[in-house]
């Protein structure tokens, strides 16, 4: 994993500027805590946890430390040309946690 993060930063760095650090930096935690992540489903899962419970504390987890990434940023309100993105974003979650679940 850490090669792969270091592989990751030798890519940025000829195109690095000063003005894409915060990017950047947010997408290698991103790619980081993502790692951590899925080892964490991967170890409940041997250990013979419900998948259901494993993926309702993910889905908890993963809403939580968005929240924390999103609260800085500039909030917009949902208008009728965007609100099919939110419904999309529902039914695609509706469907994930139906066969995860195996409803």
């Known amino acids: ?11 940025l760095r000829p ?8 990017g950047g930096l947010i997408g290698l935690a991103s790619g980081a805590i993502s790692a951590v ?4 489903v991967r170890e409940l899962v041997q250990a013979d946890e419900p998948e ?7 889905a908890m987890f993963v ?6 990434w999103m609260v800085p940023q500039e909030w ?9 993105l ?10 994930t946690v139906g066969v995860a679940v195996g409803v």
Not at 15 to 22: N, S, V
Not at 37 to 40: K, L, M, P, Q, R
Not at 52 to 58: D, I, K, L, N
Request: no cysteine.
């Open 86 to 95: 939110l419904v999309g974003v529902g039914v695609a979650v509706f469907v």
């Open 63 to 68: 809403s939580l430390g968005s929240f924390v």
């Open 15 to 22: 195109t690095l500027h000063a003005e894409q650090l915060y």
């Open 37 to 40: 992540a899925y080892w964490n």
């Open 1 to 11: 994993m850490l090669l792969g993060f270091a592989g990751a930063l030798l890519v």
């Open 52 to 58: 259901g419970r494993v993926v309702f504390y993910f």
């Open 76 to 84: 917009h309100a949902v208008t009728v040309e965007n609100v099919w």
